[in-house]
Structure formats: structure tokens, C-alpha cells
């Protein structure tokens, strides 16, 4: 059974630093692209960062590159998200989602019809 579950967030000052973590079960993690989608009130859903679990190619959305940092522990089948110097714009709900078809596609093109299993989102809130 494909199944994700996401954990972390919180609140944060700017410039400060967060870490969430989604677990995976085996068929959700093995062979698949794995990463975060966020939403914030009045927006739509966006493309933030995502790992292909066989060889560990990532892909970031603008936005993040260079501040959030995605990795995976395979003995854990989990996939993290260190995010560093955080600003107001990155206050969301951020939520894991898997894609069993297949290498990353640009971010772009990770669109949330192309995921397969869904996670139940936490809040991350980043106040001046």
C-alpha cells in the first residue's frame, strides 16, 4: 500500500530555519520521485522541492533554490527538507506527495495530478 506522512514545521522568525520530513512506505519510496508541495491562503498549489529515491536527483522551484535543501535516508524510506533562511513569502501549508511513474520532471511540470500518494500537510508560518 503507497502511503506518505509528513512531520515538522512550526513557526519561525525571518531568516530562520525549519526541517520537515516525510515517511514512505516501501512502495510509495522505492523507484519514485518524492517531494513537497506548498499552498499559501489565496494561492495556488506550488512546486517546491523533489527527489528521485534510485539516484537522488533533485529539483527545486525557483523560489527555494539555493535557501532549501532536499535528502533522503534510504534505511529510513524517508525524504527530508531543510529550509534555511526562511521569509514570510514561504509561510504555507507544505505537504509530501509521490510520484510513482518515473524520474522528477522540472518543476515546471510537477503538477499535483501527477502525484499518486498525498501526505496531510503541515503549517509553516514565518513572522518578522
Known amino acids: 500500500?503507497?502511503?506518505v506522512k509528513d512531520s515538522g514545521g512550526g513557526s519561525v522568525q525571518?531568516?530562520?530555519?525549519?526541517?520537515?520530513?516525510?515517511?514512505?512506505?516501501d512502495p510509495a519510496y522505492s523507484g519514485?520521485?518524492?517531494?513537497?508541495f506548498r499552498q499559501a491562503p489565496g494561492k495556488e498549489r506550488?512546486?517546491?522541492?523533489?527527489?528521485?529515491?534510485?539516484?537522488?536527483?533533485?529539483?527545486y522551484g525557483d523560489s527555494v533554490k539555493g535557501r532549501f535543501q532536499?535528502?533522503?535516508?534510504?534505511?529510513?524510506q524517508?525524504?527530508?527538507?531543510?529550509?534555511?533562511?526562511?521569509?514570510?513569502?514561504d509561510t504555507a501549508v507544505y505537504t509530501c506527495a509521490a510520484?510513482?511513474?518515473g524520474i522528477c520532471l522540472r518543476a515546471p511540470e510537477m503538477t499535483p495530478s501527477r502525484m499518486t500518494s498525498w501526505a496531510q500537510g503541515t503549517q509553516v508560518t514565518v513572522s518578522s
Open 78 to 89: 524517508t525524504v527530508n527538507l531543510q529550509m534555511d533562511n526562511l521569509q514570510q513569502d
Open 1 to 3: 500500500q503507497m502511503w
Open 32 to 36: 519514485n520521485c518524492l517531494g513537497w
Open 14 to 25: 525571518v531568516g530562520g530555519s525549519l526541517r520537515l520530513s516525510c515517511a514512505a512506505s
Open 46 to 59: 506550488e512546486a517546491v522541492a523533489f527527489i528521485y529515491t534510485p539516484t537522488g536527483q533533485t529539483i
Open 70 to 76: 532536499i535528502s533522503k535516508d534510504d534505511v529510513k
Open 99 to 101: 510520484r510513482n511513474s
